[in-house]
């Protein structure tokens, strides 16, 4: 049986949880998904995620939440993670943290892993996530049919140098965190599924969802201004992707815009 995994990219703000969860059944009508991830990283104010935003994904048949960096940033964030399996934060921060980084779900009889790593380069100098990838497969040693990874970080070199370490152990391997997908979804030759980063759901009239008089205050003054969330011109973004459980291998990576970004004037 095939898994038809919808991914989508981090969800920024309530506004951006509000138009995902209407869009969803466009989404599905489309790809007829039969498991759905998302990233919670940004939802409450553009940082965390608190747990009637999760319930609300959860009842829109979301199976687990991955999160990231900016989950730590929101204390209401922490007992959520503490508190629900399927909401997930990267595993290779050191262990003292809330939460954990995997969780195997047993779907349509198969059993699906996923699992969240974060990368280190620009980022908090937490545990290696390739020896973390490593330590990971080695204990999970086959109790999953599939295996889908959330890798959030901030370079493409990273993501890709991951992908490669990945390849053939995982049906997946699909970038978060830049909040802007890449073009280079493909089916690596071992049979794991990639992009760099699928995108960012929520408003496009912005940059990277906040304010862009804001952030642009930030660039030309160079002192600090408080971020605010964007409100126009939202966008689901993220990836859909055919898994084939008995080889656990991906035969299907499809990334999405929707709506697509506007390429010529006057519409
Ligand atoms: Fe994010
Ligand atoms: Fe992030």
Redesign the pocket.
Known sequence: MDIRLLFIG?IVGENGLAFLIDTFPKLKEKYNPNFIVTNG?NIWQGKGLNEEDAKLLFKSDVDVITT???IWENWKSRPLLASNDRVLRPMNYPSGNPGKGSVIVEKHNIKIAVAQLQGRTFLQTIDCPFRAADAFLHNLDGKADVIIIDF?AETTAEKMAMGWHLDGRVAAMLG??THVQTADAQILPNGTAFISDVGMTGPYDSVLGMRKDIALKRYILQTAHKFELAESDMKVAGAYLEIDSNTGQANYIEPFVYPQFNTKSGI
Do not use: K, Q, S
Request: charge should be negative.
């Open positions: 981090d990283e990231g960096n900016h959030h978060t965190h």
